[in-house]
């Protein structure tokens, strides 16, 4: 999965909103192939491991908190250097600070309702993607 594959999460306020079709119309018109995908409503403990990493930050609970508070979708991307890009094409966490055409800056509410996540290495896109989809659930190629 290095460098070709990385893991994104549209986020329950993009769902709430009606916004998750034209985010996946965004990634996909940036050059990124869906290998996986799944619709699902994340419990707490699942969004409590997910996110571990930020235990010790002030603002873990309430990411678990609107994490668990709708509907997400989690999707396995592929093109060259996927982590990268997906991180070009979303933009900065704050929707303020997103460059032009981003899908934060076009459809995130702020910088915790911020639309989307996105892996932030090779080796957490990989570990991510494993958390929501067996080997046999990416399609190969």
Same mark, same amino acid.
């Given at each position: 999965?290095? %460098? #070709?594959? !990385? /893991?994104? &999460?549209?986020?329950?306020?993009?769902?709430?909103? +009606?916004? $998750? %079709? /034209? &985010? &996946?119309? /965004?990634?996909?018109?940036?050059?990124?192939?869906?290998? $996986?995908?799944? *619709?699902?409503?994340?419990?707490?403990?699942?969004?409590? @491991?997910?996110?571990? *990493?930020?235990? @010790?930050?002030?603002?873990?609970?309430?990411?678990?908190?609107?994490?668990?508070? %709708?509907?997400?979708?989690?999707?396995?991307? @592929?093109? =060259? =250097?996927?982590?990268?890009?997906?991180? !070009?094409? &979303?933009? $900065?966490?704050?929707?303020?600070?997103?460059?032009? +055409?981003?899908? #934060?800056?076009?459809?995130? @509410?702020?910088?915790?309702?911020?639309?989307?996540?996105?892996? =932030?290495? =090779?080796?957490?896109?990989?570990?991510?993607? #494993?958390?929501?989809?067996?080997?046999?659930? *990416? /399609?190969?190629?």
């Amino acid at each position: 999965m290095a %460098g #070709r594959r !990385t /893991l994104t &999460i549209v986020k329950p306020d993009a769902f709430a909103n +009606g916004k $998750a %079709g /034209l &985010i &996946i119309a /965004l990634l996909e018109k940036s050059g990124f192939v869906i290998k $996986a995908s799944r *619709v699902m409503h994340l419990t707490q403990a699942q969004a409590g @491991e997910f996110y571990a *990493v930020h235990k @010790e930050r002030g603002f873990y609970p309430e990411l678990v908190e609107f994490m668990t508070s %709708g509907p997400c979708m989690p999707l396995v991307l @592929e093109r =060259d =250097d996927a982590v990268a890009t997906l991180r !070009t094409v &979303i933009g $900065a966490t704050d929707p303020a600070e997103a460059a032009e +055409g981003t899908v #934060r800056k076009l459809y995130a @509410e702020s910088k915790g309702r911020n639309a989307i996540h996105a892996s =932030d290495s =090779d080796e957490n896109a990989e570990r991510e993607a #494993r958390f929501f989809f067996a080997e046999a659930d *990416v /399609l190969a190629g």
